[in-house]
């Protein structure tokens, strides 16, 4: 055999019958003489390690780089030296089972990685050959640097993850689509709110995370930003996930340049879910505020209007008093004393009517559930003395549910109710007063329907006001609707009337919450 320049790392060889496979040559024969130079310098020049084991896996040939990359100590010559006594014992024993099994004839091509002690890494491939020697076959083992590859990579998978990390923590929902519109980012607060996993988005579809509409309206805006190269600023849009839940975001749009053609498109968006809500609750509070100081101004006028008419009597017939007092007739003075008694009554019962009204909030008891029935009888109990006096009878329903209320409140309600039916019932015939109540899936809907005159549509909404009185002549103070409204109110409720005002009577309807069946 003859050595090679600088060939104290090996004996010539020449490759006589090679099949090309990707990027890597099997050998078929070496010849221990004759190599052409052009063979032996491209071996020995080579950046990545050969050598030729036999198959006692002594080294038979070795080229420059093996044992810089094996980091072996060369004393002398590599040739005829087992590789088992020369490299780390963990690279042994990782390579070994791979060399075996060429040597055995059990694979012709094996591939693994080694990390040496120094941290460096190889990549191995082991090609099974036959040889030109006596043994007649070997293996040919090719190392690759791959180190500063690896480098990288772990800086990558380093980068990748801090960038998770910091989009993990950052309160706003990140995603990216290709041109496809398939996910390749989302971080948790955005898979959070899609109600998936990263790993059940990452490259499906964005159709298939979100409701159908948002997600054809959302692909247009991506394929636009695709073509014309521009994001967008932020805007305001809606969003359905598969969790059901709907979401209100501030989004910005822009496309990112990448390895792919097209770009990518990232979405930052902030959920202002529960600000919008704010929002419209504040809008609902400073509307109902606006409602309450326009119904203050009201009642203030109305109560000076109503309190000054029964004290306007007082004065004057206690002007007439005092004269009939001095004209000594008895019959005039009883008169103005029944008179001034009158006005003092009327003017009782508004103040305990306005003390009633201000009342309602404070005088509420939590609600609970109770029986819609017992409160019907209730009711019907204290006006029996009005109906006795009238040609009316109440009629209540066979279906009674259970409703939440606060139980004396409700009586209230539906005794006032009772009493405006009973008052403006036929007086002249037999009537009826129709009490019932309709289930809802939200909530229980009451009605109390008489058989009077009816009232105009375009007062339905004014007899809830105070001291409203459509009919002067009849008795009362005209704050009884106004309570019953501010009663269902405080429930959480709604009161409305139906009727024509033709003569086909009234019915007034109010809402209260149902009480949910506990499922088994």
């Not at 004290?311 to 005039?332: A, C, E, H, V, W």
Request: negative net charge; aromatic residues 4%.
């Amino acid at each position: 055999m003859t050595t090679p320049p600088g060939g104290e790392f090996g004996e010539s060889f020449d490759v006589t019958d090679t099949t090309s496979s990707n990027t890597h040559s099997s050998v078929t024969a070496i010849e221990a003489d004759g190599m052409g130079d052009v063979h032996r310098l491209a071996m020995e020049a080579a950046g990545y390690g050969l050598a030729v084991l036999s198959t006692s896996l002594r080294i038979v040939y070795a080229n420059p780089m093996l044992p810089r990359l094996l980091e072996i100590d060369v004393a002398g010559t590599l040739l005829g030296q087992y590789l088992a006594a020369l490299v780390e014992q963990t690279v042994w024993s990782n390579l070994n089972d791979h060399l075996q099994r060429c040597c055995d004839g059990l694979s012709s091509v094996e591939e693994c990685e080694l990390r040496l002690d120094s941290g460096r890494w190889l990549e191995v491939r082991i090609d099974a050959i036959d040889t030109a020697d006596a043994q007649g076959a070997g293996v040919l083992l090719t190392l690759v640097d791959v180190t500063e590859i690896r480098r990288i990579e772990s800086d990558l998978r380093n980068s990748r993850e801090t960038l998770r990390a910091i989009t993990d923590v950052i309160p706003a929902m990140i995603s990216a689509v290709d041109a496809e519109n398939r996910v390749v980012l989302v971080n948790k607060l955005q898979a959070d709110v899609l109600g998936v996993s990263f790993t059940e988005a990452q490259g499906r579809h964005a159709e298939d995370l979100t409701d159908t509409d948002f997600a054809a309206y959302d692909a247009e805006l991506n394929q636009l930003i695709l073509a014309t190269g521009e994001g967008m600023p932020f805007f305001e849009e809606t969003i359905g996930a598969l969790n059901d839940s709907e979401r209100v975001l501030l989004t910005t749009k822009a496309l990112i340049p990448s390895s792919e053609a097209e770009g990518r498109v990232e979405t930052i968006s902030f959920d202002i879910t529960d600000r919008k809500k704010a929002e419209r609750e504040r809008e609902a509070l400073i509307e109902e505020l606006e409602r309450r100081n326009e119904e203050l101004e009201r009642f203030s006028y109305r109560v000076s209007h109503d309190l000054r008419s029964p004290l306007i009597t007082l004065r004057g017939f206690i002007g007439l008093l005092n004269q009939d007092i001095d004209s000594g007739d008895p019959n005039l003075v009883a008169k103005d004393l029944d008179q001034i008694q009158g006005a003092a009554e009327r003017m009782q019962h508004l103040l305990q009517d306005l003390l009633a009204l201000s009342q309602v909030g404070q005088l509420m008891k939590p609600p609970v559930a109770i029986e819609l029935r017992a409160v019907i009888e209730e009711a019907v109990g204290r006006v029996s003395g009005a109906l006795s006096a009238s040609r009316v009878r109440v009629e209540v329903g066979d279906s009674m549910p259970r409703v939440v209320a606060d139980f004396e409140r409700l009586v209230e309600v539906l005794q006032n109710l009772l009493e405006n039916a009973i008052k403006f019932s036929p007086a002249d015939k037999d009537s009826v007063v129709q009490v019932g109540a309709i289930e809802r899936p939200q909530h229980t809907e009451l009605f109390v329907k008489d058989s009077g005159p009816g009232i105009n549509p375009s007062y339905h909404e004014r007899v809830f006001g105070l001291f409203e009185r459509l009919d002067q002549s009849t008795l009362g103070t005209g704050i009884g609707l106004a309570l019953v409204k501010r009663i269902v109110q405080e429930h959480g409720g709604q009161v409305w009337i139906e009727s024509t005002g033709d003569g086909s009577g009234t019915t007034v309807w109010f809402t209260l919450p149902r009480v949910t069946p506990v499922r088994g």
